[in-house]
C-alpha cells in the first residue's frame, strides 16, 4: 500500500474553489475510538491541517506526527496511506467549519459572528488549497465517499446572514451565494498577495460593505 501521493498541489484557490462541491461523509462501520486514541486522531488531523495548509499534501508526515505527541506508527494506524490524512483533514476542516455557525450566533453578536465565521472560513480555504490536488482526484476515484458541501457551507453563511439581517446589523439583501462569491474573490486575491493579515482586512472590507445601509447603523 502507497503511502506517497502522485497529485500535486495547486496554489490556485479557484482550483479549491471549483471542487468546492462535495464534503466527504463518514466511513461506514467504523468502531468507536478509545479516550486516548481520539486525542491521537484528533492532534494529528490538526497539525496535519496546518502543515498541508503551508507546504502542500507533499508536508513531511514525520513532522506532523512529531508535532501532534505521537510516532509515525500511530499516524499510520490512524491513516494508512496520505490520501486518508487528507481526506480526514478536509473532512475535519468542513465539520469545524459548518458546526461553528450556530456556536458563534450563541456566542456573540450576530455581526460579530458572521465576521468571525468569514475569518475562519478564510482560514479553511487555505487548508483546503493545500489539498485541491488530491482531494479532486479522490472525488473521481472514491467518489462514494463524498456528500454535498457547498450546501452545507452555505447553509452556515445564510444561518449568520439571517440572523445579522434580522438584528438590523447588516443589509438584507445579500444572500450566503453572495457571500461566497465574494469570500471566494479573497481568497484568491490571497493566494497572490501572502500573508494572512491582508486576507483579514479584505474580509473586513466585505464586513463593512454589509453593514452599510443596514437599519440599525441609520
Request: glycine share 8%.
Amino acid at each position: 500500500m502507497s503511502r506517497s501521493t502522485s497529485a500535486a498541489p495547486t496554489d490556485s484557490f479557484s482550483a479549491a474553489l471549483a471542487a468546492e462541491q462535495t464534503v466527504p461523509a463518514a466511513p461506514a462501520n467504523t468502531r468507536p475510538l478509545r479516550a486516548d486514541a481520539r486525542r491521537n486522531r484528533d492532534a494529528v488531523l490538526a497539525i496535519a491541517a496546518d502543515a498541508f495548509s503551508e507546504n502542500g499534501i507533499e508536508a513531511s508526515l514525520e513532522d506532523i506526527a512529531r508535532k501532534a505527541g505521537v510516532g509515525i506508527g500511530t499516524l499510520y494506524r490512524h491513516f494508512p496511506t496520505r490520501e486518508d490524512l487528507v481526506f480526514a483533514t478536509y473532512r475535519r476542516e468542513v465539520e469545524l467549519l459548518s458546526q461553528s455557525a450556530p456556536e458563534l450566533a450563541a456566542q456573540m453578536s450576530p455581526s460579530e459572528a458572521l465576521r468571525e465565521w468569514m475569518r475562519r472560513f478564510v482560514r479553511y480555504a487555505a487548508t483546503k488549497r493545500g489539498m485541491v490536488g488530491m482531494l479532486r482526484t479522490m472525488m473521481q476515484t472514491r467518489a462514494e465517499l463524498f456528500a454535498g458541501t457547498k450546501d452545507r457551507i452555505q447553509g452556515a453563511a445564510g444561518l449568520l446572514l439571517r440572523s445579522a439581517a434580522d438584528a438590523g446589523e447588516i443589509r438584507g439583501d445579500i444572500t450566503a451565494e453572495d457571500l461566497m462569491r465574494s469570500m471566494g474573490g479573497i481568497c484568491m486575491a490571497n493566494d497572490q498577495a501572502g500573508p494572512p493579515e491582508n486576507a483579514a482586512r479584505l474580509v473586513d472590507l466585505v464586513f463593512d460593505g454589509l453593514r452599510y445601509g443596514a437599519p440599525g447603523r441609520r
